[in-house]
């Protein structure tokens, strides 16, 4: 709400004049309004502002707008009000909000909703620039900048409006904490991630607008350093037209053409190059490093062996010119560069840290399980399959960096369709039974490529479900139906307003059609926005488990068989709506970085589930219900667990805890993710080698990390493994730590209470005791 000053000030004139027979009448003062002036006050220009924004009405509640001589009635009423209370300052928001109280007592509410402003108040606004307030650890991925500032004051005003125009039963269950809208800021302006083809700008080239007008139109690349640099500036300019993660899928392989004679020195360079750009281009959704992953296979897979190569403009199919030329040909470059990365990631930057983005994610795949002895022995010179693997986890033993995609297990579909994982660990897939144009796009015919990727995420408060249910198990699947189904009316809300921003031309770089360099005629558009997913996660299946039976979904096998009965009940409900609504749902492990703490504050905020719910959340409970009765704010130390992981504080081997999430990765085909958290001690390549493999083939995890603790010194630029108080060289308390957030990894001053809590409760694996 508007604050506005109501006393009078010295140099005022006042506001009343003299009627005939002596008595006084206030007289209107000038208007202060928003767009800049000071202007006269004039009824009419309520008249006019009702007619024209209360419109919007139909295009969101399907309520017509205001008539003349309504508008007419409500401005007099307006002005009436406004005379008796001789203000001696009007401002233009003052006037919206003596309107609006008028037209809710008048029972107008969609008019209300559509006339009303959003934004921070004054006090807020200072509170985001000093770094404070409103959802200051909301994403631990934020820097310290006044771009942040800027953000958060535009994500404070967007989200307000966004759950406005939705229905308002809608915004109430977000509102409520029963399910979670994320990226809300973004509702309605943007899908949420991408995972793209990279032959797709080999071949028409560069637009970082998406319509060539305001930014130079750069043709194909047609040498490695400016097709590094293309690829770094498509996940640039992915990111204002996206909500979250940019990633490439088989990205050596389609950048493979550029490296053809390059050495190992000069693969490194360009490796260097990329890495640098992607952790020092400070120009994503406000002033963050752009949030990138790239899929790595250390060959090039069997599925693109005989696939034409697409670079320098050309589809290099033998034909309009051009030789034969196919993605097996270079399986040196591909280890060539897979290697040259591994080597620019190991030795980490200037002070030695670890690199966060692009997010390496290592593709486990049944072709690199045998290695290929003719290759290898006509050049020597070129690392194995083996050898190259090794690396990965040279790498995970010193940082934890890479994130481990296997692809062995059936359910992937390896070698049939393609698949890959991206973001926050979302898993993206396609194949020929799904899509009748998947051969065409193997071949790039007309332009024809991937576009994975997601529309929005929705995730769902599953204790909040079992308290609701009281232990009975068809109220428990009535009520999570019940939320996916709203879910639903969410996804079709996005929808309708994303079409309409389609048709605005909004979303320019993913809708970009460019020129044919070949044709001259337009090209194929970028993100084939039909295929986008839309997700429904679940947050906290432990606790809805362990309150429905009484016990932790590793602590008893009727738990852990409840629980896999819920996901496959949620599998099928989701299955059942896909096909009703015509749209791809994926049920998915969401990272739920913020709503892990927001779910379990909500149930103790709500005097309904408040006792069951503190009673059956992580963390510290008397301290976070202390604050809460103090005022301090909701950053509490309380958490539910991620999707349908063991807790983290669990007292359990890690095999023991394997065997128990492994399960649920065929049902969560949306994504998942294993985290094996490492103590200080350093582990051994060849021991985290060895349970990687063992993980990969003998269980369905689908996705998996080793992370490290790291404690960075500010000061000395000094890198330490493990969690310290002080700096180990020099003794400064100037010191930051780094950790894997939910599917990431990131500095710990960024990450919220509840998220901080978790890193002290992780039971930790004894890096010496890898062996499986």
């Not at 008595?23 to 309520?46: A, C, Q």
């Not at 790239?294 to 060959?299: A, K, M």
């Not at 063991?646 to 085909?669: C, G, K, L």
């Amino acid at each position: 709400m508007s604050t506005e000053l109501n006393n009078p000030e010295k140099g005022f004139p006042k506001q009343v004049q003299q009627t005939l027979d002596g008595s006084t009448i206030s007289t209107m003062p000038k208007v202060r309004t928003t767009s800049g002036y000071m202007l006269d006050w004039d009824r009419n220009e309520i008249v006019k502002q009702l007619m024209k924004e209360t419109q919007l009405a139909d295009r969101f509640y399907g309520v017509p707008g205001i008539t003349r001589d309504e508008a007419v009635e409500i401005a007099k009423d307006a002005e009436a009000r406004i005379r008796k209370m001789n203000l001696k300052f009007l401002s233009g928001p003052l006037v919206r909000e003596i309107v609006n109280c008028v037209l809710l007592e008048r029972g107008h509410t969609e008019w209300r909703n559509i006339m009303t402003r959003v934004g921070a108040s004054v006090y807020d606004s200072c509170e985001i620039d000093s770094g404070l307030g409103f959802e200051s650890h909301d994403n631990a991925n934020q820097l310290d900048n006044a771009e942040t500032s800027h953000k958060k004051k535009a994500d404070k005003m967007s989200k307000e409006q966004n759950l406005l125009l939705m229905p308002g039963n809608l915004a109430d269950l977000h509102l409520n904490g029963d399910f979670h809208i994320h990226d809300l800021e973004y509702f309605g302006t943007r899908p949420f991630c991408q995972d793209w083809d990279l032959r797709y700008f080999f071949y028409y080239g560069l637009m970082p607008d998406g319509v060539g007008v305001q930014s130079s139109v750069a043709g194909p690349a047609m040498n490695a350093e400016v097709a590094v640099l293309h690829a770094v500036k498509v996940m640039g300019s992915a990111q204002t037209n996206f909500a979250g993660g940019q990633g490439f899928y088989n990205f050596l392989t389609f950048m493979a053409p550029y490296f053809v004679g390059k050495t190992d020195k000069e693969l490194e360079q360009l490796m260097q190059m990329f890495v640098y750009e992607m952790m020092q281009m400070m120009c994503a959704r406000g002033g963050q490093t752009v949030f990138s992953s790239v899929q790595l296979s250390p060959g090039v897979p069997k599925l693109w062996k005989n696939k034409p190569v697409v670079a320098m403009g050309k589809v290099w199919d033998g034909e309009q010119g051009t030789k034969r030329w196919v993605y097996g040909e270079l399986e040196k470059e591909v280890r060539k560069a897979f290697r040259a990365l591994m080597v620019v990631m190991l030795k980490g930057d200037a002070w030695g840290k670890p690199f966060s983005f692009p997010k390496p994610e290592i593709s486990i795949e049944p072709d690199f399980m045998e290695e290929d002895v003719e290759f290898n022995k006509a050049n020597p010179d070129v690392l194995s399959y083996n050898d190259l693997y090794r690396l990965t986890f040279e790498l995970a033993a010193k940082f934890g960096t890479p994130y481990f995609d296997n692809q062995i297990p059936e359910y992937r579909g390896a070698g049939e369709g393609i698949s890959c994982y991206q973001c926050c660990a979302y898993q993206f897939s396609a194949n020929p039974t799904d899509d009748t144009q998947f051969d065409d796009k193997l071949y790039f015919r007309d332009g024809k490529h991937f576009s994975m990727g997601s529309w929005m995420v929705m995730s769902l408060n599953c204790p909040r479900a079992a308290y609701k249910a009281e232990h009975d198990d068809e109220k428990l699947f009535e009520e999570l139906k019940y939320l996916m189904s709203k879910s639903i009316e969410v996804f079709r809300v996005k929808k309708k307003w994303m079409d309409h921003l389609l048709d605005c031309n909004r979303i320019p770089f993913a809708a970009m059609t460019p020129k044919d360099p070949n044709t001259g005629e337009k090209g194929t558009i970028a993100v084939d926005f039909d295929s986008l997913v839309y997700t429904i996660g679940v947050v906290g299946i432990n606790e809805m488990v362990r309150y429905h039976t009484g016990y932790s979904i590793y602590e008893s096998k009727d738990s852990y068989k409840f629980a896999i009965r819920v996901m496959y009940e949620m599998k099928m409900y989701a299955q059942k709506l896909s096909q009703e609504n015509g749209i791809e749902i994926a049920l998915a492990r969401t990272p739920a970085e913020t709503t892990a703490q927001r779910f379990a504050v909500s149930d103790l905020l709500h005097p309904e589930y408040a006792k069951k719910a503190e009673c059956n959340m992580n963390g510290d409970v008397e301290l976070a219900k202390r604050e809460l009765e103090n005022g301090s704010g909701k950053d509490l130390p309380v958490y539910y667990t991620n999707g349908t992981h063991v807790p983290p504080s669990a007292d359990i081997s890690i095999i023991e805890r394997i065997n128990v999430e492994q399960t649920f990765f065929p049902i969560v085909d949306g994504g998942n993710i294993l985290h094996i958290w490492l103590g200080e001690g350093n582990p051994d390549p060849q021991g985290l080698q060895e349970m990687a493999m063992h993980i990969a083939k003998n269980t369905h995890t689908g996705y998996f990390a080793f992370t490290r603790d790291i404690t960075v010194c500010k000061d000395e630029g000094y890198v330490a493994s493990g969690i310290k108080e002080c700096c180990p060289k020099c003794g400064s308390g100037n010191i930051d730590h780094l950790s894997r957030i939910t599917g990431y990894l990131q500095s710990v001053n960024g990450w919220n209470a509840g998220k901080k809590q978790e890193l002290v409760d992780r039971t930790r694996v004894d890096p010496k005791n890898m062996k499986v």
